[in-house]
């Protein structure tokens, strides 16, 4: 038996696994993320296998594009999903969250980084930035539901939308790691360079393709002559299509492709925002990413086991990802969230469920192989066991708190409701009459 066919049969199991067991999870305390990465350690620990997955800081750069690959189809997903429209007040949790919560949290894991770890200023500033972003992946789990189901509260609208802005966000941060790293070689003047280019061009870039290319695309699927409207073919996998070649673009001309995928998702759906057509590419989009992650995660798994990710751990970098994970990112975005009239309990799982995952190691493998950073092995052990945390922690929690904040918000619903109702018996008993055109509320309760 050759090793094809052995490979060949495991990515049969998986592409099952990928298709049953979310069904099959759906009303456990595990998410498909525990799974996955239980699934990758075990196999991996067998005789046969064992040594099999190597570290991940031994193949950098393919870890950089197959973690890139699955965060970029991720964010296309999400953008497609969302149907509010953009704007200041209707996304103002958001904003609080990008403005406030990951600005502080890169702060705090900074100097947790040069304080705990030992670790210099590029390095930890490195790990800070890799470490912040809300991952768009892992998260689905706490996302909102597919296009026009109305599965978009506040907290899974809040969730997704910062998922899919603060990866993109994150990149101005490792850049001037990257920057810093360098410098320290070198001497050289960096901080306008990178003022100029890595935050405003970047930036400005990622955003105006993203939402030209959206609105071309838009135009293309559904504003076209009917016989030529492309969005009759009824194909998802234009979803991967139109991915691919918004992230290249923008590469090609030095942007920022995490966020013009996002946002050209965003445009696409501006652009004929109710058409059945948008269900289809996020299915696409969706069952790719979900087939992607678990390869990542099995991979992961293996890595534990076989590859060693957590080799470098000392007891301060347990310490340190026990605190990043419980109080950093909480109570960063507690107190990004003040006064914005979020309920405590949507504010408390916002604040909680800021999950750390792929996206994370696409920053790292990225930099390392860009930068000169002390401790490279240190840095993997610790972004591993966050991610490892996150995704025990954040797994298993979700459903039940999810459901619990699901009731809390069909209570409040009915209790609305409810006043609503007393509000219009109370106006028939003084004799007010009903708005024209309704009938009256004591000829519909006997």
Not at 173 to 197: D, N, P, T
């Amino acid at each position: 038996m050759t090793s094809y066919i052995l490979v060949l049969a495991a990515f049969g199991a998986l592409v099952l696994l990928t298709a049953w067991l979310p069904m099959l999870l759906r009303e456990a305390p595990l998410s498909l993320p525990i799974v996955c990465v239980a699934i990758g350690m075990a196999l991996f620990w067998l005789p046969a296998l064992r040594g099999a997955m190597p570290h991940p800081g031994e193949h950098a750069t393919i870890v950089e594009h197959v973690s890139e690959l699955v965060v970029i189809i991720s964010l296309m997903g999400a953008g497609l999903k969302i149907d509010r429209p953009a704007g200041f007040r209707s996304w103002r949790v958001t904003w609080r969250l990008l403005a406030f919560a990951m600005p502080l949290t890169i702060a705090a894991i900074v100097i947790l980084g040069h304080w705990l770890l030992g670790l210099g200023v590029a390095t930890a500033l490195l790990l800070a930035a890799s470490l912040a972003p809300t991952d768009p992946v892992l998260a689905s789990d706490v996302q909102v539901g597919p296009p026009q189901t109305g599965e978009e509260d506040e907290t899974r609208f809040a969730l997704t939308s910062e998922a899919g802005l603060n990866d993109s966000l994150a990149f101005p941060f490792v850049m001037a790691a990257i920057a810093l790293s360098k410098a320290g070689e070198s001497g050289a003047a960096w901080f306008w360079q990178w003022a100029a280019v890595d935050v405003v061009w970047r930036l400005a870039c990622g955003v105006a393709i993203g939402l030209a290319a959206g609105a071309a695309l838009g135009w293309l699927l559904f504003h076209m002559p009917n016989r030529a409207r492309l969005s009759r073919t009824g194909d998802g996998f234009v979803a991967l299509g139109v991915t691919c070649l918004v992230y290249a673009v923008t590469e090609m001309v030095h942007g920022y492709g995490f966020v013009a995928v996002f946002v050209s998702a965003l445009a696409m759906r501006a652009t004929e925002r109710n058409h059945h057509y948008h269900e289809k590419l996020h299915d696409f989009a969706e069952q790719l990413e979900r087939l992607l992650m678990m390869v990542v995660l099995v991979m992961l798994g293996g890595m534990v086991t076989s590859g060693e990710l957590l080799r470098g751990l000392t007891w301060q970098a347990v310490a340190f990802a026990v605190i990043v994970v419980f109080l950093v990112r909480p109570i960063a975005a507690w107190v990004s969230l003040s006064r914005v009239g979020c309920p405590a309990s949507e504010r408390a799982v916002i604040s909680f469920f800021g999950i750390r995952g792929i996206g994370s190691i696409y920053y790292l493998a990225y930099a390392l192989t860009r930068g000169v950073f002390a401790e490279p092995d240190l840095l993997w052990s610790t972004l591993g066991l966050v991610i490892l945390i996150s995704i025990l922690i954040h797994g298993a929690t979700v459903t039940p708190v999810m459901r619990f904040l699901d009731r809390r918000m069909a209570e409040g619903t009915t209790e609305r409701e409810a006043l609503a109702m007393g509000s219009d018996l109370a106006g028939v008993r003084t004799g007010d009459s009903p708005p024209q055109g309704q009938p009256r509320a004591d000829n519909r309760v006997h």
